[in-house]
């Protein structure tokens, strides 16, 4: 059959990415002790087209996709060469948007459930390769200045904590969490008992923190434990007693450059 796709075009005119998106499709994430999770991604493929190329052949991103669906370091790099290869170009680019879970223990009863965040892979390849991980972290903000006007109680509200890193290295999941979790006046949790409860809004009654404070501590960890030293931190409260929502936010010198 005639390739109209690869008719030359006398426009002349080169195109950044051309592609796919808004696909869904299961895919597997490697947890952190080694197992791997099934979810299902919301994905975008493209590559950069010659201006002389007409276009390009969208069902191939499909096919390559279809044929590698285990996603970490190693196998985004190995896709985007493949759509390179596949597709004749100079730069191929990947997004990934899904839910990822996480077993987590009750504080008292110890019972066991599992959270879900938000995660985001981007990536590229041409001259260079570049990985960039976004994870939203639901936590509790309690407000500190509430707990020191008030005579009892404070107001305080779910947040959600947004870590981008972009870095060549590997970094899990898991630990972007645990630093957003530490970071908040406490952790959000699916299955409490009662005496959990009590234990969990003491917590963070103890631990009251502006989404300012929320945003330098995970900044201060970042850089402690070396995570990278490109990145960004959002952090929303959706406000209790307010009709707005508060935020904070911090971008390393070296995400600008």
């Known amino acids: 059959m005639k390739d109209v796709q690869q008719q030359v075009d006398e426009r002349d005119i080169y ?10 499709f299961p895919i597997e994430i490697k947890n952190k002790d080694g197992k791997w999770q099934t979810t299902h991604a919301k994905i975008s493929l493209s590559v950069d087209l010659d201006p002389s190329q ?13 044929k590698n669906n285990r996603i970490d370091l190693k196998h985004i ?3 985007l060469a493949v759509i390179q290869e596949k597709l004749g170009a100079k730069k191929s680019f990947i997004e990934l948007e899904f839910e990822y879970f996480i077993k987590k223990e009750a504080p008292v009863s110890k019972k066991i459930s599992y959270i879900n965040v938000g995660v985001k892979y981007k990536a590229w390849l041409g001259d260079t390769f570049e990985f960039e991980m976004t994870v939203n972290t639901p936590a509790t903000t309690l407000c500190p200045c509430s707990k020191e006007i008030s005579e ?3 107001h305080n509200q779910r947040a959600n904590i947004s870590i981008t890193v972009r870095s060549n290295e590997f970094i899990w999941i898991e630990d972007l969490v645990k630093i957003s979790e530490d ?3 406490s952790p ?9 409860e009590k234990y969990v809004t003491e917590y963070a009654y103890e631990n009251p923190r502006f989404v300012e404070d929320v945003c330098r501590e ?15 931190i959002l952090v929303e409260s959706f406000e209790s007693i307010h009709n707005h929502n508060a935020f904070a936010k911090i971008i390393s010198e070296a995400m600008l450059k």
């Not at 195109?15 to 869904?24: H, P, Q, R, S, T």
């Not at 007409?54 to 279809?66: C, E, L």
């Not at 959000?188 to 959990?196: C, E, G, S, T």
């Open 183 to 185: 970071s908040a006046s």
């Open 54 to 66: 007409r276009g390009t052949h969208m069902s191939r991103f499909v096919d390559i996709i279809q």
């Open 77 to 79: 790099k190995n896709i």
């Open 15 to 24: 195109l950044n990415e051309v592609g796919i998106k808004d696909l869904v």
């Open 188 to 196: 959000v949790y699916a299955l409490l008992k009662r005496p959990d």
């Open 152 to 154: 009892v109680s404070a």
């Open 218 to 232: 995970v900044k201060i960890q970042l850089d402690e434990n070396k995570i990278a030293t490109r990145y960004k």
